[in-house]
């Protein structure tokens, strides 16, 4: 019931700002100066937009899924058009860029302006913030940052270094981190409990969801020449910090209802059965690619079943880019007979929204260690063989189903048979990220070339890869034109690599 009430105020609150929502290089609105403000009502909100910005729709889940080739389309749909072109211009995918700054970036900048006794919410804001702006780095590479979120002062943000940005996040985590612990001895500072719909106000799980942001950003890096010794110092600075990393998936849950219009979890929502309890269009719309059935085929592994509806005449998938679906048979690609978003991806209306995996975060720790950049006395194969683990339990398998699987004694699953130990971790991470954060997969196929072979579209002929950023929205060449990078050409989406990929 009181998830229900904190829901419901949630919505009102989350209508409220999004009919009043204007562009985020408005002078005339200054979330960081505002007249009131209500925190009980400014962290769920902003946790909601992450939720939104991550899983919903046309976001960064999706994206992911459909650069990496997890997903294709359904005959009798027009749904990926622009996907499966590779259609990366100004209005591709925009909303990424324009949700983050003016929704979730801007409700987590009015908790900086909280007064004394909320150091915790203060903390939060700091911790999402960071977690949001190295999203957008590695999309776009060099964004506002030192000036995006105070229009007050600054109607024109510059363009800050993406690699400068990176930096300074590990500081903002790291005072995010000491801002908590110095809360703690302070009776007078509030905790947020039912405010926060991620973690119920548990700071010690924030300080620990702190240190694996701070393991991304470091993971992403560590490919980069000259980068091993800041690394080993700020993995040092984690472990002499203590908390660690997290131990569960990360999620997001305002009280999630089933057939209730608005409050029903986003992903279930939009690729699943709407409140009304009809399957979606883009549940229809949406299936496996062959290359990731037959490579889950190939490697004996059992989560294809739950990453993929089976049908009754059995896995069916779809090449990405196909035009003749009446090939080799005739509606042989109806949803009816294709293996769309599985039960273990779409579990129910009331599912948390899964913002970081925890399988990721065994992954990321699994190759530095790898690397020599985390101390392990097996080279990480413990650790990786923990992110398979939870990847398998997040699904709805058991730890027993994941043993039998590292230990299949194939390439690219069993750490013993695998000769390149990157690339079966990289692999490995991208089925954990399945449907969930897949993102997290393009961004590393930029940075390692891995997992080997996915293909591009088949009615792609421009380029022999897929893109590695995204370009800057219409809408700030519009108002901002003066300092956004200059995108000269169609093929800078496919050559201008982020830095740590270069």
């Given amino acids: 019931m009181k998830n229900t009430i904190k829901f419901a105020i949630l919505l009102a609150a989350f209508g409220l700002l999004t009919a009043s929502c204007e562009d985020w290089l408005d002078?005339?609105?200054?979330?960081?100066?505002?007249?009131?403000?209500?925190?009980?009502?400014?962290?769920?909100?902003?946790?909601?937009?992450?939720?939104?910005?991550?899983?919903?729709?046309?976001?960064?889940?999706?994206l992911g899924n459909m650069l990496m080739c997890n997903w294709s389309q359904s005959d009798g749909f027009s749904w990926y058009t622009d996907e499966f072109k590779y259609n990366v211009t100004s209005t591709f995918y925009d909303n990424l860029f324009e949700t983050s700054y003016s929704s979730t970036l801007k409700q987590y900048a009015v908790l900086d302006q909280l007064g004394d006794g909320y150091d915790y919410y203060k903390a939060i804001g700091k911790i999402m913030k960071a977690y949001h702006f190295q999203l957008l780095v590695d999309a776009y590479g060099d964004v506002p940052y030192s000036e995006a979120l105070g229009r007050s002062l600054e109607a024109t943000?510059?363009?800050?270094?993406?690699?400068?940005i990176y930096e300074d996040l590990i500081v903002q985590l790291t005072s995010a981190i000491n801002m908590i612990k110095a809360a703690d001895d302070d009776a007078q500072v509030l905790s947020p409990e039912?405010?926060?719909?991620m973690f119920g106000g548990d700071m010690d799980a924030w300080i620990k969801l702190a240190n694996t942001v701070k393991l991304r950003i470091l993971t992403r890096q560590s490919d980069m020449a000259g980068k091993s010794s800041y690394i080993q110092t700020e993995i040092?600075?984690?472990?002499?910090?203590?908390?660690?990393?997290?131990?569960?998936?990360?999620?997001?849950?305002?009280?999630?209802q089933l057939k209730v219009a608005d409050k029903q979890n986003l992903i279930w929502?939009?690729?699943?059965?709407?409140?009304?309890?009809?399957?979606?269009?883009?549940?229809?719309a949406?299936?496996?690619?062959?290359?990731?059935?037959?490579?889950?085929?190939?490697?004996?592994?059992?989560?294809?079943?739950?990453?993929?509806?089976?049908?009754?005449?059995?896995?069916?998938?779809?090449?990405?880019?196909?035009l003749d679906y009446d090939t080799p048979v005739v509606d042989a690609y109806m949803p009816e007979f294709v293996s769309n978003i599985g039960p273990g991806i779409l579990k129910s209306a009331t599912q948390d929204a899964i913002i970081f995996t925890l399988a990721e975060s065994y992954f990321n720790q699994a190759e530095l260690a790898n690397k020599g950049l985390i101390t392990a006395g097996d080279g990480g194969q413990s650790l990786y063989e923990s992110g398979i683990t939870a990847s398998f339990e997040y699904l709805g398998l058991d730890a027993s189903d994941?043993?039998?699987?590292?230990?299949?004694?194939?390439?690219?699953?069993?750490?013993?048979?695998?000769?390149?130990?990157?690339?079966?971790?990289?692999?490995?991470?991208?089925?954990?990220?399945?449907?969930?954060?897949?993102?997290?997969?393009?961004?590393?196929?930029?940075?390692?070339?891995?997992?080997?072979?996915?293909?591009?579209?088949?009615?792609?002929?421009?380029?022999?890869?897929?893109?590695?950023?995204?370009?800057?929205?219409?809408?700030?060449?519009?108002?901002?034109?003066?300092?956004?990078?200059?995108?000269?050409?169609?093929?800078?989406?496919?050559?201008?690599?982020?830095?740590?990929?270069?």
């Fill in 27 to 62: 002078v005339n609105t200054d979330p960081n100066n505002p007249t009131s403000v209500s925190p009980n009502l400014a962290l769920p909100v902003a946790q909601y937009y992450t939720a939104y910005v991550v899983q919903h729709g046309r976001y960064f889940n999706t």
């Fill in 157 to 164: 943000p510059k363009y800050d270094d993406a690699e400068t």
């Fill in 194 to 197: 039912g405010d926060d719909v």
């Fill in 236 to 256: 040092a600075a984690i472990n002499a910090e203590g908390s660690g990393y997290i131990t569960d998936d990360v999620g997001v849950n305002p009280g999630f």
């Fill in 269 to 284: 929502d939009y690729f699943g059965w709407n409140s009304s309890g009809t399957e979606t269009m883009d549940n229809r």
């Fill in 286 to 322: 949406t299936c496996a690619t062959d290359y990731v059935l037959n490579t889950l085929t190939s490697l004996d592994d059992p989560r294809i079943d739950y990453l993929y509806e089976k049908p009754a005449t059995g896995h069916l998938g779809v090449p990405q880019g196909l």
């Fill in 402 to 502: 994941a043993q039998d699987y590292y230990t299949n004694e194939l390439n690219l699953v069993d750490w013993a048979f695998s000769s390149n130990k990157i690339q079966t971790i990289i692999t490995q991470k991208w089925i954990a990220v399945n449907g969930i954060t897949a993102e997290q997969s393009w961004f590393d196929y930029s940075r390692t070339g891995y997992p080997a072979g996915v293909p591009i579209p088949l009615n792609y002929t421009k380029s022999t890869d897929r893109p590695v950023r995204l370009f800057y929205p219409a809408s700030e060449y519009s108002s901002n034109g003066e300092n956004v990078p200059a995108q000269n050409t169609p093929s800078t989406a496919f050559t201008d690599k982020i830095f740590w990929a270069k």
